[in-house]
């Protein structure tokens, strides 16, 4: 089994940035992807972005793009999204995933972390 767990997320000021963490452990990483998936109350989960966990294709939803960053740290088997100019829209549980694909579908991921609240102010 592999556990993944958010962090990071809080109350920001539209135009300000958070930084979100998704430590993995539990068996071995080296062919997961992983993804980032918000969902906000009343409405679909919906796909943010992803990165290969070897390699570093990523790429992101078109909502996010230019604003959104993911890295990684091989090191500490943790992957990160970096959130800037935040847009009260951008207000949702943020989740992580992991999968064998480049993927943004939510059904291609095996694994979820518990997600994040991540809330911007207006």
């Known amino acids: 089994q592999l556990q993944l767990v958010e962090s990071g997320g809080g109350m920001v000021q539209a135009g300000g940035s958070l930084r979100l963490s998704c430590a993995a452990s539990?068996?071995?990483?080296?062919?997961?992807?992983m993804g980032w998936f918000r969902q906000a109350p009343g409405k679909e989960r919906e796909f943010v972005g992803v990165?290969?966990?070897?390699?570093?294709?990523?790429y992101f939803a078109d909502s996010v793009k230019g604003r959104f960053t993911i890295s990684r740290d091989n090191a500490k088997n943790t992957v990160y999204l970096q959130m800037n100019s935040l847009k009260a829209e951008d207000s949702a549980v943020y989740y992580c995933?992991?999968?064998?694909?480049?993927?943004?579908?939510?059904?291609?991921?095996?694994?979820w972390g518990q997600g994040t609240q991540v809330t911007v102010s207006s």
């Open positions: 990165i290969a966990w070897s390699g570093g294709a990523t």
């Open positions: 995933a992991a999968g064998d694909e480049l993927e943004e579908a939510v059904e291609a991921y095996d694994y």
């Open positions: 539990g068996r071995a990483f080296s062919s997961y992807t």
